[in-house]
Structures are given as structure tokens and as C-alpha cells.
């Protein structure tokens, strides 16, 4: 009798791992591609360099066989990138630190969109959040939160998306976009414990910030950002995986991100 115990036992457990394994849908499901092309034209903050991209050869070469290559260069805070704890937490995190299991993972989507439409200093509240809970339910442990603005329809026309065309401190006194409030994410680091955040706009504090209060509180928890997300519009409330693999710069505050997300076919 004992035996067949142990015999149940063993093959359960074997069974259970084999289920598990032919379980996976990897093939049922679809990748989202929430990255926005890095480009000359890629929107910067108004005092940072933009990004440069050059050809150093291009065509056939004198062995007779085509060869290119390019050279690239830009500050670290443009496009769709990553934020460590480093960009405003003095003994923070920087990105090369940050491990793939932080940086993937269950990932919730907040659509506050018609608020950010009707207002464009919009910030995201704790309310928003509890609504939301409220329809999907509970955010879970650790998730990547991303916040729906809508201002990613914006993307290519940088005065709608930003609220200037002027550089330097000049533009910065104009920036005008949604972000999240410094009270909302207290609330999300303390009150649910998330893993990350991500929004679609050039900064999760809002344009008219002075004192980048949500970066300063994320940042000092050791959770990270990520901005200027592409296509939020394709993402569901919740039940999808978040995979935020940033260039592996060594001691930077910040990197470009190739941000996608799998959503499961149900
Ligand atoms: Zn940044």
C-alpha cells in the first residue's frame, strides 16, 4: 500500500510537470509591439539632445559584397525607454543592475484616457485605480502597471503630444501632458506593491511638474518606469505579460526599451 502511495505520488507530480509544460500556450496568443521606432525625429525632453543616427558604409564594398553600418547617439530619456531608480534616487539602482525578473512579469493596463482628453495636465488618481479594481479586480502582487493617457495617438506630432515645439528651459516651462499623481503612486508602491510602471508620455510625473514627486517616490521604492509607450490602445485591462528589456548600459539612469507585451488568446 505504501508503495502504490509513492507510486501515485511520483506519478502525479511527473504528470503535473508534464501537463504544465504541454499546457504553455505558447502558440495561442499574440505579441504587441509597444516600442516607437528610434528616429531623428523621436521626441526628446526640450533640453536633452536628440537622437543622431548616421551611415558609416553602406553599399558594395571593394571585396564586392554589400556591407552597412551605422553609428547612433542620443541622450538617455527620449523615445520609448526606461527609467532606474538611479534617475532620481542618489543611491538607486542603474540599469545594468536591474534583473529580467523585474523587468517581465503580469502587467495591468489603466485606461484614463477620456480624462486626459477633456484635460491636459490630467493626473492619474488613486481613484482611477480603485475604479478600475472595482470592474477587473484586485491589481496583483508585484504587477507592471501601465497607464493609458491616450496621448500615445499624439506620437509623431510632437505639439500635441508634448504641448510645445520650443527647446531648452523655455519649452520645459510649456510641456503640458497627463501624468501620474505622487499620491496615486504612494498608493501603488504601498498599497499594492507593484513591480513597475509605464505610461504613454514623456514623463509619469505630468509636463507642468516642477518637482517629479511620482519619480522621486517610485524611484526611492526601487520600482521602475518606463515612458513614451507605444499603442496602449492594443492592450487589455489585465491578463497579459509584460517583457521591458532595456539596452544594458552600465551605470545609467536611464536606457531605450524594447517594451512588448504577450496577450493570451482565451
Ligand atoms: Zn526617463
Redesign the pocket.
Known amino acids: 500500500m505504501k508503495n502504490i502511495l509513492i507510486f501515485i505520488t511520483l506519478f502525479t507530480i511527473a504528470g503535473c510537470n508534464l501537463d504544465f509544460g504541454s499546457d504553455m500556450p505558447w502558440d495561442k496568443g499574440t505579441w504587441v509591439d509597444l516600442t516607437w521606432d528610434f528616429e531623428e525625429s523621436t521626441t526628446y525632453?526640450p533640453t536633452n539632445i536628440t537622437f543622431s543616427h548616421d551611415t558609416v558604409s553602406y553599399g558594395i564594398n571593394d571585396k564586392g559584397y554589400f556591407y552597412s553600418s551605422f553609428f547612433y547617439a542620443a541622450e538617455?530619456?527620449?523615445g520609448t525607454?526606461?527609467?532606474a531608480p538611479l534617475?532620481f534616487a542618489e543611491n538607486g539602482r542603474s540599469i545594468e543592475q536591474i534583473l529580467p525578473e523585474e523587468f517581465t512579469g503580469e502587467g495591468v493596463c489603466v485606461d484614463v484616457s477620456e480624462n486626459a482628453f477633456i484635460n491636459r495636465d490630467y493626473l492619474a488618481s488613486v481613484n482611477d485605480f480603485k475604479k478600475w479594481e472595482k470592474q477587473y479586480g484586485r491589481i496583483p502582487d508585484r504587477a507592471i502597471v501601465l497607464l493609458r493617457t491616450g496621448f500615445g495617438k499624439f506620437w509623431g506630432d510632437p505639439l500635441k503630444y508634448t504641448g510645445t515645439l520650443k527647446q531648452g528651459p523655455q519649452g520645459v516651462a510649456e510641456l503640458h501632458f497627463p501624468g501620474l499623481d505622487p499620491e496615486a503612486a504612494e498608493w501603488l508602491v504601498k498599497e499594492r506593491n507593484i513591480k513597475a510602471f509605464g505610461l504613454d508620455t514623456?514623463?509619469?510625473d505630468r509636463g507642468q511638474s516642477t518637482e517629479f514627486m511620482t519619480?522621486r517616490i517610485l524611484f526611492s521604492h526601487d520600482v521602475t518606469?518606463y515612458?513614451n509607450i507605444a499603442h496602449l490602445e492594443l492592450v487589455p485591462p489585465r491578463d497579459f505579460y509584460v517583457v521591458a528589456a532595456p539596452m544594458k548600459i552600465k551605470g545609467d539612469?536611464?536606457a531605450p526599451l524594447r517594451l512588448m507585451v504577450w496577450i493570451p488568446k482565451k
Open positions: 525632453w538617455e530619456h527620449g525607454h526606461f527609467d534617475h514623456p514623463s509619469i519619480h518606469a515612458e539612469s536611464g
